[in-house]
């Protein structure tokens, strides 16, 4: 049976004559034109759907695991910030005691630098195996490359934490009034659309209980970007 | 290789997830320190992890941690040597793993009309595709505006090799990825329905149109 993808390997030598500038786009055009003809596979839409969903997979996780870092990260700064004021710091030790497990199975188990081969041989199999085994990066896992997808993890995670009241806008990558006109993500805005009254309610509850010592526990919570690329809170001691 | 590496995957991730099921509530309060003076191992740049000392215990939470062991232990290494090794293509596979999910949970057995509910695991993955495209966050997140509907974009077609820091987020994490089938382009209309499907072979450097309607 004739392939459609070894008439794209020949007829793009082919076109290379034509100049690379145009290859790509000549070569989907004869083949749009081939397929006219012949038809399209529902099983090739199927077998590129499936390649897109595990990718789809391996994008969320990646995600996923940098909202468990700026969860480590708010929790403990919560925590910090609120030292002298027992009603909210109450509520926020029990997030400060257990997220940091989280933050720590990220590193363990999902995303891990991209190791060399010296340090294979000479770090032991502890490393090694965690390494090999790291869902996301390692080369039993998605095998991503460990140091490149930290870097961009890390300027999302900047833009996370410096502009928080625009999480969503910042996420979705189309406009979101075009993709609530497609009934795309309908029924998580609903729950979404929760949120703000939900956080209004809680500091304004904080606030009533102790306005001074909520007035220095925001005092002290303050988010930082040391620089391009490195991320720190930092503290204001009183 | 593909099938032995998504069952890890999937093995691995429900096993991580099975500890987001376990909260350790009400630990005994120890300090989550930030300035622990110690040099300790960084998952992102600048973010250090918390000395084991700092970690508290988990507390065992009975109920849940029942339920979570029921569907590791029922379901996994029913499905695992069924799917190990075998072609993407067979879609045998993914049911028996959904039977095996089904069994181990006893569901079926729970629900008057089990059989008409739509399980995932059906093979229909361009459906599958749509559906968790409209439906789930981190997924949606990924679609880009093209025209009138929206493209799950992972390259630039007139320069599948380029890197670009201005793309988006997703076709930049999609960049991480070495192997091939990776790249991926999907053209859906305004009713998310699939338009055209645009492959870029890294091994060759080809982009191959695989499905387009006009």
Redesign the interface.
């Given at each position: 049976m004739f392939k459609i993808r070894s008439f794209c390997f020949h007829s793009a030598h082919l076109l290379t004559l034509y100049g690379a500038s145009n290859l790509q786009e000549n070569t989907g055009l004869l083949i749009t034109k081939l397929n006219k003809l012949l038809g399209w596979k529902s099983e090739e839409v199927d077998k590129w759907a499936s390649s897109a969903l595990y990718i789809l997979g391996y994008y969320a996780s990646c995600v996923h695991a940098n909202m468990h870092v700026l969860h480590y990260l708010m929790t403990a700064a919560l925590d910090e910030s609120s030292k002298e004021f027992d009603a909210m710091n109450e509520w926020a030790s029990f997030y400060a005691t257990n997220i940091p497990n989280k933050y720590g199975q990220v590193g363990d188990l999902l995303i891990r630098k991209q190791p060399e081969l010296t340090e294979l041989l000479i770090q032991g199999n502890e490393g090694t195996v965690k390494d090999t085994y790291a869902i996301l990066t390692g080369s039993s896992g998605f095998g991503a490359n460990g140091d490149k997808l930290r870097l961009i993890l890390t300027k999302l995670l900047n833009v996370w934490t410096t502009d928080p009241t625009n999480y969503i806008d910042n996420m979705l990558q189309a406009p979101k009034e075009k993709l609530m006109k497609a009934g795309i993500l309908t029924e998580f805005m609903k729950h979404h659309d929760l949120v703000p009254d939900y956080a209004r309610d809680v500091t304004e509850a904080l606030k009533n209980t102790d306005e001074d010592k909520f007035g220095i526990a925001e005092d002290r919570l303050k988010v930082s970007n040391c620089n391009e690329l490195a991320f720190a809170f930092v503290f204001c001691r009183p | 290789m593909r099938l032995q590496?998504?069952t890890?995957?999937l093995a691995?991730?429900i096993s991580?997830s099975a500890?987001?099921f376990a909260?350790?509530?009400?630990?005994?309060?120890?300090a989550?320190r930030?300035d622990a003076g110690t040099p300790m191992?960084?998952?992102?740049?600048?973010?250090d992890?918390?000395s084991p000392a700092?970690?508290?215990e988990?507390i065992s939470w009975p109920f849940t941690f029942q339920r979570v062991q029921l569907f590791l232990g029922g379901s996994i290494p029913g499905s695992a040597n069924v799917m190990l090794g075998q072609p993407?293509?067979n879609k045998g596979t993914t049911i028996v793993a959904q039977t095996a999910l089904l069994a181990s949970q006893k569901i079926a057995t729970q629900i008057p009309n089990a059989s008409e509910y739509k399980f995932f695991g059906n093979?229909?993955?361009?459906k599958?595709?749509q559906y968790?495209?409209?439906?789930?966050?981190?997924?949606?997140?990924?679609?880009?505006?093209n025209g009138s509907?929206?493209e799950?974009r992972?390259f630039d077609?007139?320069d599948?090799h380029a890197e670009d820091p201005s793309a988006?987020?997703?076709r930049?994490?999609?960049?991480?990825?070495?192997?091939a089938?990776?790249r991926?382009n999907?053209r859906f209309d305004?009713?998310?329905s699939?338009r055209e499907?645009?492959?870029y072979e890294v091994r060759?450097h080809?982009?191959?149109?695989?499905?387009?309607?006009k």
């Open positions: - | 590496t998504s890890l995957i691995a991730a991580s500890t987001a909260p350790s509530a009400l630990a005994p309060r120890q989550t930030l191992p960084q998952v992102l740049p600048g973010v992890v918390p700092d970690i508290p988990v993407k293509s093979g229909n993955h361009s599958n595709l968790l495209l409209k439906t789930n966050p981190f997924m949606a997140a990924a679609l880009t505006e509907g929206f799950l992972s077609t007139r599948p988006s987020l997703y930049q994490i999609v960049s991480c990825l070495g192997g089938d990776h991926v999907i305004a009713d998310m699939i499907i645009r492959v060759t080809y982009t191959h149109l695989i499905f387009c309607s």
